[in-house]
T-cell receptor, first 113, second 117 residues
């Protein structure tokens, strides 16, 4: 049973560019949450998708957007990249019947130059 | 808004010894979930242990146990018989109960644990 997977593993972009990160949830999970983890910090919640809609959102600007597909996989898009967007982006999925626990993927390391 | 504080940026322990990582949190809710996650250099966040606030009994998972003090809003993690593979960043996290929506995790800043052979 595959766990949460994310792609790509690493990504290097320049300021002003746009980036798309991808996440496939654990089998049987229907809710996907995205977190940003800056170097030396704990993860911070970006937003959460359920039934292909954004259900909750953290304190992140509109440059951060997302999408969830019918197969529950999800994308995180960041426009007009800033140096401060450099971070590890973590995806977490939760099952419909036990939503108190989230399972994390290995993350995508984004570097903005 | 809930906050989670981990006051120990770094800790070290001798192999086979016991170490306790501290975590305090601030909330006005009476029911919630608390978690400890481990993040090794591979970056994958791994669930170590979870505790429901309405349960008075402290959670235990093999060598990992917690000391949950609800009135003090304290949630420490004890690692017994420490192993080299326990070396990692440890994050304490808080989550509101499900009935308020599939709420996100609120994390502390983490404690880096080193295990000395």
């Amino acid at each position: 049973d595959a766990g949460v997977t994310q792609s790509p593993t690493h990504l290097i972009k320049t300021r002003g560019q746009q980036v798309t990160l991808r996440c496939s949830p654990k089998s049987g999970h229907d809710t996907v949450s995205w977190y940003q983890q800056a170097l030396g910090q704990g993860p911070q919640f970006i937003f959460q998708y359920y039934e292909e809609e954004e259900r909750q959102r953290g304190n992140f600007p509109d440059r951060f957007s997302g999408h969830q597909f019918p197969n529950y996989s999800s994308e995180l898009n960041v426009n007009a990249l800033l140096l401060g967007d450099s971070a590890l982006y973590l995806c977490a999925s939760s099952p419909p019947d036990n939503t108190d626990t989230q399972y994390f993927g290995p993350g995508t390391r984004l570097t903005v130059l | 808004a809930q906050t989670v504080t981990q006051s120990q940026p770094e800790m070290s322990v001798q192999e086979a010894e016991t170490v306790t990582l501290s975590c305090t949190y601030d909330t006005s809710e009476s029911d919630y979930y608390l978690f400890w996650y481990k993040q090794p250099p591979s970056r994958q966040m791994i669930l170590v242990i979870r505790q429901e606030a309405y349960k008075q009994q402290n959670a235990t998972e093999n060598r990992f146990s917690v000391n949950f003090q609800k009135a003090a809003k304290s949630f420490s993690l004890k690692i017994s018989d420490s192993q080299l593979g326990d070396a990692a960043m440890y994050f304490c996290a808080y989550r509101s109960p499900f009935f308020t929506g599939n709420t996100p995790l609120v994390f502390g800043k983490g404690t880096r644990l080193s295990v000395i052979a």
